[in-house]
């Protein structure tokens, strides 16, 4: 029998009594289930979805691991990805998944790997649903470490809304791979380019399950942390001399990461129409001098940021707060989560991985000591659904939704119960 120290045995009590109460009710809850205080947009949308794995491989990539500032190695860098589509389900057949997680951290033995499996509503390869119109193409990208199912919450939600939603589970940067931070650092914002010019290509593939299913020239980007350090680059927030030096620093005097630093030609001409939206959550970088002025200056594509007061890895006021700030070239919301930390955007924590041995300071990094996680995943559904909605989608009806000025603590906010907005700051720039 494995012995479990006091905080396992804690964690076990609670997850016993979370799954015995869910029993007797006869309730099972699915990771994004629409809580009885939610607000109005967080509800599942009405297309029944799939779900399917593809593994890409990206040639002749810099491999920044293996490199040196004398010697460059280059490789075919491997990236599986996940898909969620809007699908048409044969009689009988049920919308719903298991899929096969870890937490931990597999080159760290302090950390060891904890296997679990949770329940998602998606029909494995079911058969995509076509329509006259393509689906828009959002693309999801996690934080460091973590993986492509680290926001099913939201990535089901979404493509029941009419979406193809793909999420990358990006190479030394997960769970089951995390490597040095250098190849995080230099390879965020090529995956999201790669991975939005392979669902284009797979989009005109007869032989594809995509086949005439998405519009690429329609994109948002969704990102987690080191996912929305790369999504701002690929929307045009160069990043500084200082960041360049810093993976300098890192690389053993490699300056790779120029190629994405503004004023370089390649990062300029890298610069992409089809993304018309960007969600960054929690977004890394400021505090660390990855951007300036001029680079902050660059993003021109609406952006809705999402944060936590009290962030304490990507920081608030020096950190995500002041890129909000200093993205005075494009039209940007930042919605705030008062007193959470930086796990605003994260599938809740499983209490069966602790039970099985997963550390408690590896749970945590998961789960935020303020707010429900559940609740925070239905408010970013909310906000997310009624921003994307707006510039995907070009629909009206998602603007009061995300009116900033008609908030406030003495009524209750635009789709939401009344008393069921406290603890949230929501603010507004058009930009120039």
Known sequence: MKKRNRNQWIAFVLFLSVNLFAQEKEIQFVYGDKLPDAPVLSARGTLQIGVQTLELINPNQID???????????????????????????????EQDVYEEV?????????????????????????????????????????YTGSRYLMTYLTENLASKGYVVVSIGHTDSTFKDASPFISTLLNRSLDDLFVLNEMDRLSKDSDSFLYELLDADTTGLVGYSMGGYGALNVGGAGYSQKAVDFFKGLSRGRSDLERRMMGNAEYEASFDSRIKAIVAMAPWGMENGVWDEQGLSGLKIPTFFIAGSKDDISGYEKGIQAIYEGTINTERYLLTYVNARHNIAPNPPPFEALQEGLDLNEYLRYADSVWDQRRMNNINQHFITAFLGSKLKSSMDYLNYLDANSFSDEKPWEGFLPRTSIGLELYYEKGN
């Not at 990805?81 to 009988?92: C, D, I, N, Q, T």
């Not at 951290?105 to 058969?127: E, H, I, M, Q, S």
């Open 64 to 94: 920044i691991l293996n490199s040196t500032k004398y010697s460059e190695v280059v490789y075919d860098r491997p990236l599986t990805v996940e898909v969620w589509y809007p699908a048409k389900l044969a009689e009988g057949e049920i």
């Open 103 to 143: 937490m931990g951290n597999y080159n760290d033995p302090k950390r060891p790997l904890v296997p679990f499996k949770f329940t998602g509503r998606a029909k494995r390869n079911a058969l995509p649903l076509q329509t006259e119109s393509p689906y828009p193409l959002i693309i999801v990208s996690h934080g």
